[in-house]
């Protein structure tokens, strides 16, 4: 399938997916406004690392993937673990420590793990997702089923050598891995001219004998379209995609960062350029959407997030008697 | 494999072979991966000399000179209902992969709430005189890393029954082979068939009333050895060998030096915030009163592993040095 057929095919999908895909993206900016703001009150103590501005970029893809594929992300994976299904209940219960956590809070911000979602891991170090999607992919294939694997990472992890020992495995045992690089143009607080002089990173994949595809990280639907194809790809055993979604990143490295390093009129083009209003626009405009159901969707979703953020509120933190339980398997005599 | 319950004799090298041989064998989830482990070589020691022409490349699987990327497709493969067996051809290079091993396969159990499990298996050599960056002993590293265990064979029935142990295992394990052994080529009954030294067990293979000594690995030939000269001076000691260095069998060592009152404890580790410290200082807590001498540690300087024969025999503790100590804590 060409580019533009794929385009063409993520553009006609069923109205009830593209509402979904729009429900999700909204789900993950209204649930991040909301805990953001919690902090900013001293609701709760907490810490987080902002998507805004990359919703398309990580939902996009989950939409294109099946729901038994896997997926790897990264502390700032919010929009990865909502889309692969995790209720916003187990998501801020995990982000508050809580029982109610999908790891009943003993992983917390950094480490959301819903492996029953085939969200299988979230690594709290930059590029190490990498090596990890390629056990999975192999598990895959020597199980000789078809499922995929899906591992995002920040543009950061460019730099690091992980990735490029994880590329060139994948590569060389043909994997049904995408590696999906938000390239939000940070690595941390620097910008992505300062710390490498390749101009398109998805150019790091070809040597490795990857394709290396680019695509508009605020177009979700773009994304889903490239998503698809390497998902297409790999399910048919022609091997990993690199598949760069290029999504700015409006705020700051994590909640506290006000981003004071950030050229303004850059953030303001992103600010300009925001993919879930887009989306929504571009819904109506195709009459998929009343603007009253987009009003109203809004209203509905921003309920859920409220009462979901009470639940985890209101529940307990883990007794203390299980702080040894979970090192091992159960019944191993372990230190203390 | 037939007959399980007759015996032959076998090398710790071709114990290594036979158990991952029986493993691959009974269980199509295991399969290998590392640096050159397909026929040919088989190995860059030849341990896993035969299994890819039996099994396919498909289960022994030679890497690229890649640590992050054999310990990560571990890790993610054992994620998705396999049971890897990495190896990392010698534990200075276990540097390498501490990120994956320390930060994903010990925390991810913990962290995932009990979800997850990583039913892996690392196993890595400990060089012998390569020089600094072929021939440490960091296995106290991971001992102080919750979530990995520790195992630490010193005779080919040991080595075999371990290893089966650890590929079974639902948890990480990091099993230790030091080339000394390795190398030998004295043979020793081993077991035919699978059979499992459960982890976290020691063994006494010398009983003594005298003073025990903590060993394991390749210190404990060493610490049999002082033990049959020490015998001879009308010293009796006890050799425990722990086998596991996570889980630390404290029941076997507290019980043998209750009774004896004085222990030496030897490794090949450095001395200095070693296991032996560890296990020195949990006698001291729990055996206080009952101690005729303080414990005392018999291992390797704190110095990088030298290249010089002179230094390198003064570096590593050995039979003369444990009786040595042996004798002191006697007085």
Known sequence: MSTADADAGARSLPVSDLLSIYRTMLTVRLAEERFMRGLSRGEFPGFYFPVRGMEAAAVGVIAALRRDDYYITTYRGIADVLAKGASLEAVFGELLGRVTGMSRGKGGTMHMADPERGMMLTTGIVGSGTPIANGLGLAAQLQGNDRVTGVSFGDGATSIGALHEALNLASLWNLPVIFVCHNNLWGECTPLDAYTRTARLAERATPFGIPGVTVDGTDVLAVHAAAAQAADRARVGDGPTFLEVVAPRILGHNFGDTGDYMDEAAVERARANDPVPKFGEWLVAQGHLGRDELEAMYQEISDEVEQALAVAVNSDMLPTDELHTDVFASGVNAPR | ?331
């Open chain 2, 1 to 331: 494999m037939t007959a399980t319950h007759t015996e032959s004799e076998m090398t710790f090298g071709e114990a290594i072979n036979d158990a991952l041989d029986i493993a691959l064998g009974s269980d199509p989830t295991v399969f290998l991966l590392g640096e050159d482990i397909a026929d040919p070589p088989g190995g860059v020691v030849r341990l896993t000399q035969g299994l890819s022409t039996k099994y396919g490349t498909h289960r022994v699987r030679a890497t690229p000179i890649s640590e992050q990327a054999i310990a990560g497709a571990a890790i993610g493969a054992a994620l998705g209902g396999l049971r890897p067996v990495a190896e990392i051809m010698l534990m200075d290079f276990m540097t390498l992969v501490m990120d994956q091993l320390i930060n994903h396969a010990a925390k991810h159990r913990y962290m995932s709430g009990g979800t997850s499990h990583l039913p892996l298996t690392v196993r890595t050599r400990i060089g012998h005189r390569r020089g600094a960056q072929h021939s440490s002993s960091y296995e106290a590293w991971f001992m102080h890393a919750p979530g990995i265990k520790v195992c630490a064979p010193a005779t080919a029935q040991d080595a075999k029954g371990l290893l089966l142990s650890c590929i079974a295992d639902d948890d990480p394990c990091l099993f230790l082979e030091p080339t000394p052994m390795v190398r030998s080529r004295r043979r020793s009954q081993v077991p035919a068939g699978d059979y499992r030294v459960p982890i976290g067990q020691a063994a006494v293979p010398v009983a003594g009333t005298d003073v025990s000594i903590i060993s394991y690995g390749q210190m404990t030939p060493a610490a049999l050895d002082a033990a049959a000269t020490l015998a001879n001076e009308g010293i009796s000691a006890e050799v425990v060998d722990l086998r596991s260095l996570v889980p630390l069998d404290h029941h076997t060592v507290l019980t043998s030096v209750a009774k004896t009152r004085r222990a030496v404890v030897t490794h090949a580790a450095a001395r200095f915030a070693g296991p032996g410290a560890e296990i020195s200082a949990m006698i001291h807590e729990e055996l206080f009163g009952q101690l005729e001498r303080p414990v005392r540690r018999v291992a390797s300087a704190f110095t990088p592993v030298p290249f010089a024969e002179s230094l390198a025999q003064i570096h590593a503790p050995d039979a003369s040095t444990i009786a040595e100590s042996v004798r002191e804590v006697m007085t």
